[in-house]
């Protein structure tokens, strides 16, 4: 595995874990991840890295900004996917929300259905868990540097 797909894994892997325990991801993390994202592509591709670095992260930005202001998602969320727009591009950033959101929404379904054989056991079931998006986007990003969630 190449250093950078290192280096992408890692952060999104901390920030889904961080996410899930502290339900927020730190700021500091978000910031190393786009620098070395920029680092990485401008390293390897010059000015033209940088530069697709750069619209990877704001493509995220552009994607996810909706869903953000509607409250469906957390900023966290949104930055960690522009994380992954700085590494692997704008198409890289589409195909991780794209394949992010569809591993979120099956995650979903099975923390509902946990609830509910929980509830027709008997057991208390509590408030609801909100479930982050960081999570689905560490397994898509994952799945996409291995080259099996690429969709187009």
Known sequence: MEVATTVLVLHVGLA???DLAHRRIP???VVSGLLFGLAFQAQSGGLVGLGLSTLGALAALAALIAPFAMRWMGGGDVKI??????????????HVILVGTVI??????AVLFNRMVKRSMGRATGPPATLPHALGFA???VLYTVGIGRLF
């Open 27 to 29: 700021n500091w993390l």
């Open 139 to 141: 397994i898509s990003t």
């Open 81 to 94: 996917a522009m994380v992954c727009g700085a590494f692997l591009g704008w198409s890289g950033a589409l």
């Open 104 to 109: 979120h929404g099956l995650l979903g379904i």
């Open 16 to 18: 889904a874990v961080w």
